[in-house]
């Protein structure tokens, strides 16, 4: 209960001396601490918004892809995964399905006969809804990630230029004092940690979550590069 409690203390002191330092530091300090504040509370912002979005991504994509592959069935896959809107894989096999069905209905109502290379001609036809499907979901998923990648790589530079406009500050110092007591350079100092130390804070959670969702989309793209070989190997195989 003790240590508890000095923790906190010690928390709320080092807390206030934080604060004291960027009420001190340079008006150039304090813009720099201000945009990477900014920065830091837009990248929480949107790495809650898109890990609640790609959660339920993960979660219906897993739906569909045990669905599609236990179900040979074209008809049968749709009738149970019509639904998976927020799965980007189920979008692509619907859009591909879609196409499809719209294609054969209309050549059969014209009295054509999808036969050899028109079998051919329909899967080219459901390749390419499949394929602007995927493009659109993946921009879909990859809003926001920009922002989270620029911050990761920006933040510590930033932080890095006020490191260096702190210590030049603690030359000039020491240059007009002639002395480099640890009175005259230690607020300079102060200065180049704490935009160091911010910098930092908004670039590792940034880092961490753009890989995380990265790596996801990668997933999710082969997932449906997949899903769409197999459906247009259907088409071909039973030669509609």
């Known amino acids: 209960m003790i240590s508890s409690l000095n923790f906190v203390a010690n928390s709320m002191t080092a807390g206030l001396q934080l604060a004291e330092t960027v009420k001190n530091s340079s008006l150039l300090v304090n813009i720099m601490l201000f945009v990477l504040i900014l920065a830091s509370i837009a990248s929480l912002a949107i790495i809650a918004v898109k890990f609640m979005q790609y959660r339920e991504a993960v979660t219906e994509t897993t ?23 927020k799965s980007p894989v189920a ?51 990859e809003n926001g990630l920009s922002f989270l990648a620029t911050t990761a790589t920006a933040s510590p530079f930033i932080g890095l230029f006020g490191t260096v406009y702190g210590i030049m500050n603690a030359f000039q110092e020491i240059g007009k004092t002639g002395s480099a007591t640890l009175g005259s350079i230690a607020p300079h100092l102060s200065d180049a940690l704490v935009t160091t130390a911010f910098g930092l804070i908004a670039a590792i959670p940034a880092s961490v979550a753009f890989n995380y969702f990265n790596a996801r989309l990668q997933k999710f793209e082969n997932e449906a590069m997949n899903i769409a070989a197999d459906f247009l190997n259907q088409i071909k195989r039973s030669n509609v």
């Open 91 to 141: 979008s692509v096999f619907l859009a591909g399905y879609a196409e499809f069905k719209e294609t054969r209905e209309s050549w059969e109502d014209k009295g054509i006969v999808i036969v050899g290379g028109k079998v051919d001609e329909l899967a080219a036809n459901v390749d390419r809804a499949m394929r602007r499907e995927t493009h659109v979901r993946i921009q879909m998923l």
């Open 63 to 85: 739906k569909f892809v045990d669905i599609f592959w236990k179900n040979k069935d074209a008809d049968e896959v749709f009738a149970k995964t019509s639904k998976l809107a």
